[in-house]
T-cell receptor
Framework: GAVVSQHPSWVICKSGTSVKIECRSL??????MFWYRQFPKQSLMLMAT?????????EQGVEKDKFLINHASLTLSTLTVTSAHPEDSSFYIC?????????????FGPGTRLTVL | GDSVTQMEGPVTLSEEAFLTINCTYT??????LFWYVQYPGEGLQLLLK?????DKGSNKGFEATYRKETTSFHLEKGSVQVSDSAVYFC??????????FGAGTRLFVKA
């Protein structure tokens, strides 16, 4: 089946630093990638949608200058949390959709836990 | 806007017990409904789906029926196993062209 990986699986950083999270589709070309954020005991909240080669579309309330998303190739998208603060601590999950699949069909990565001290 | 509400967990059951995880939704139009499962250390996986009213999705012994009259999509399994221990997410895809997730329900199955 389609596999999506994320790296790192967990990261701890100091307040004010930037952190980059990678999302890779290992065995398919991902025309669209999604980034979600999950708070404890809460649902996944969509942060942004990115299509290969174009700028990401951010959901309302998500700061695009803080959460930089790059989808430079059909197998890689990155999320950079800039100038991270403790309130950015969360579980970040990416998913990817392959060409030709329905709009609701997506494959999820295992997530990255970010802790900002 | 669209939303999904599912029962809070954790749910703890003994092996071979009957499982029900309730899920209700609010949406305009006719959304598609899904159950995803997340095993420890892994990404979400699609468990089953239903795209129209009265459809029944099923997979691995799990079932859920799309009930438009009650706006529900409850997940059931007749006999759970230890290996079913995971977090289960109810979700919908509707007019907003994005997946809306419930908060997730953690299931523990004891041997």
């Amino acid at each position: 089946g389609a596999v999506v990986s994320q790296h790192p699986s967990w990261v701890i950083c100091k307040s004010g630093t930037s952190v980059k999270i990678e999302c890779r589709s290992l065995d398919f070309q991902a025309t669209t990638m999604f980034w979600y954020r999950q708070f404890p005991k809460q649902s996944l909240m969509l942060m942004a949608t990115s299509n290969e080669g174009s700028k990401a579309t951010y959901e309302q309330g998500v700061e695009k200058d803080k959460f930089l998303i790059n989808h430079a190739s059909l197998t890689l998208s990155t999320l950079t949390v800039t100038s991270a603060h403790p309130e950015d601590s969360s579980f970040y999950i990416c998913s990817a959709r392959a060409r030709g699949l329905g709009p609701h069909e997506q494959f999820f990565g295992p997530g990255t836990r970010l802790t900002v001290l | 806007g669209d939303s999904v509400t599912q029962m809070e967990g954790p749910v703890t059951l003994s092996e071979e017990a009957f499982l029900t995880i309730n899920c209700t939704y609010t949406a305009t139009g006719y959304p598609s409904l899904f159950w995803y499962v997340q095993y420890p250390g892994e990404g979400l996986q699609l468990l089953l789906k239903a795209t129209k009213a009265d459809d029944k999705g099923s997979n691995k012994g799990f079932e859920a029926t799309y009930r438009k009259e009650t706006t529900s999509f409850h997940l059931e399994k007749g006999s759970v196993q230890v290996s079913d221990s995971a977090v289960y997410f109810c979700a919908l895809w509707g007019g907003g062209f994005k997946t809306i997730f419930g908060a997730g329900t953690r299931l523990f199955v004891k041997a």
